[in-house]
């Protein structure tokens, strides 16, 4: 069994999973523990901040609760309309062998599932469904990302809630507000919601 | 309503931050030092959750348009109403028309002024708290700003004056998750040598300078879950502890965790300090 439990100082533990799957499949099972103020989620990793000792019946069941099977979890994908037309198509086709169009339709033609949230507000990694589009980030970041640039790093990919640095290579951008504090869910996307890419420039 | 005359080089709104919310990217932000937050909540009669200002490096001044009891926390440090010196770490009374000007700490960075009845600002995600990080919450104050302030809920505590804390510079250290990915001579020189603060120090985190902390695996680590007090090691080996207005997620290993009395502290360290981490 490769789960870990690691202490993290005084009051937290860091819960290393299998993998991502894993790691979302314990989530809903996490949120409903006690001694557990908040749930963290991170690659493969989920941060436990506690408000109370937990003791080593706990720290078992933690390191024994079966997964939940994410088709379980899983609704409908959330569509994301992108112009793709980024900066950095042509450059993500380089690093890949492969064309524009190709860039956009394995990006398109694939479910990407939000793995965590980090980076600002808003800000999901998407993890897919296959590892087709791994490239490296830009050498140098840009000082301005525009708000709704779809971008892709390591296996990852992504989407600017607001205007800011960013070293992720750009593909395409979207209209779709990622983060809006005035509405009752602030997140359009959360850890375990899965999402299809549209592309509405296809000629 | 109190009315921001000067800010000195930095003052934001504080409470108690946005914690939960980490989940979707949103850092718990809230006061740097929260015990002083706390103190001068409570010597005006205030909830905890009630919001502050915080003041770095001094040179705050306000002004009353009524009587307002204000007191100050933090780093022991000279206040002035007027041209009459007084004390921090008490409630006061600011009459209308006087002014209160806070000197800089001699040592330390944050002080914490609180009002009775609470400042009052709108709430983004349950929260007053600026976040540098984000550019969630109230932008820093600026002069001129006006700020209406609450009711009192709670009465008066009976006590003048509450004992001021020096900033400690010795830090109580925790093994952190990955402290297997640094060699046994990286935790030794961590808990044995002295570090100094480095001029990257802000509400995020704090970098030092010190001796290299090497690790023994050397992949990249996959991105997770940070916490305020977090001895974070980036490339280049030199420690960074981070702070209220911390990212909540991180892809460098995180080595050791500060308690939470010694997180306070480290937020009232300024750069060229010399401190110990203590395991």
Not at chain 2, 203 to 230: H, K
Request: aromatic fraction near 6%.
């Amino acid at each position: 069994m490769s789960r870990r439990l690691l202490d993290y100082g005084p009051s937290a533990l860091l819960l290393e999973c299998e993998d991502l799957p894993e790691a979302l499949g314990l989530l809903p099972l996490l949120r409903g523990e006690p001694n557990i103020d908040e749930v963290i989620p991170g690659a493969r990793t989920v941060l436990l901040r506690l408000n109370a000792h937990v003791d080593d019946a706990q720290r078992r069941r933690l390191l024994t609760m079966p997964a939940m099977a994410l088709h379980e979890t899983e609704s409908a994908p959330i569509r994301i309309e992108v112009d793709y037309g980024g900066e950095d198509l042509a450059e993500v086709a380089k690093q890949i062998t492969s064309t524009p169009a190709e860039v956009i339709r394995l990006h398109a033609s694939q479910i990407w599932t939000v793995g965590f949230c980090g980076f600002s507000p808003g800000f999901a990694y998407l993890q897919p469904e296959h590892d087709w589009l791994h490239v490296r980030r830009r050498p140098v970041p840009r000082t301005r990302v525009p708000a709704g640039a779809v971008g892709l790093a390591d296996s990852w990919s992504g989407i600017y809630p607001r205007e800011g640095p960013g070293g992720w290579q750009l593909i395409g951008r979207t209209e779709a507000r990622l983060w809006d504090v005035r509405r009752p869910s602030p997140a359009l996307l959360q850890p375990g919601d899965r999402v299809q890419f549209v592309a509405i420039n296809e000629s | 309503m109190i009315l921001i005359v000067d800010t000195g080089p930095l003052a934001v709104i504080e409470d108690l931050g946005r914690p939960g919310l980490a989940h979707l990217g949103v850092p718990p932000s809230g006061a740097a030092d929260r015990a002083s937050c706390g103190l001068a909540n409570r010597l005006v009669g205030n909830d905890e959750i009630d919001a502050v200002i915080e003041v770095t490096f001094g040179g705050l001044i306000i002004a009353a348009d009524q009587l307002h009891w204000v007191a100050v926390t933090g780093p022991p440090t000279q206040l002035w109403i007027d041209d009459q010196p007084t004390a921090s770490h008490a409630a006061l009374p600011l009459r209308p028309g006087q002014r209160l000007r806070i000197d800089p700490p001699v040592r330390g960075v944050r002080n914490y002024l609180a009002a009775r009845g609470g400042l009052q600002m709108p709430k983004t995600l349950g929260s007053r708290s600026t976040d540098v990080l984000s550019g969630l919450g109230p932008a820093p104050l600026r002069r001129g700003t006006t700020i209406q302030v609450g009711q009192p809920t709670g009465s008066l505590p009976g006590i003048d004056v509450a004992p001021q804390r020096v900033p400690s510079k010795d830090l109580e250290v925790f093994p952190g998750p990955r402290r297997d990915w640094f060699t046994g001579e990286a935790w030794a020189r961590l808990v044995s040598e002295q570090w100094t603060v480095s001029a990257d120090a802000d509400r995020i985190g704090i970098r030092f300078e010190g001796p290299e902390l090497d690790r023994r695996i050397a992949e990249e680590l996959p991105s997770e879950g940070l916490i305020r007090g977090a001895v974070q090691v980036p490339a280049g080996g030199q420690p960074l502890v981070f702070l209220a207005d911390h990212p909540v997620t991180g892809g460098y290993p995180v080595i050791a965790v500060l308690s939470d009395v010694s997180a306070d502290h480290a937020a009232q360290l300024r750069p060229g300090d010399h401190v110990r981490f203590h395991g």
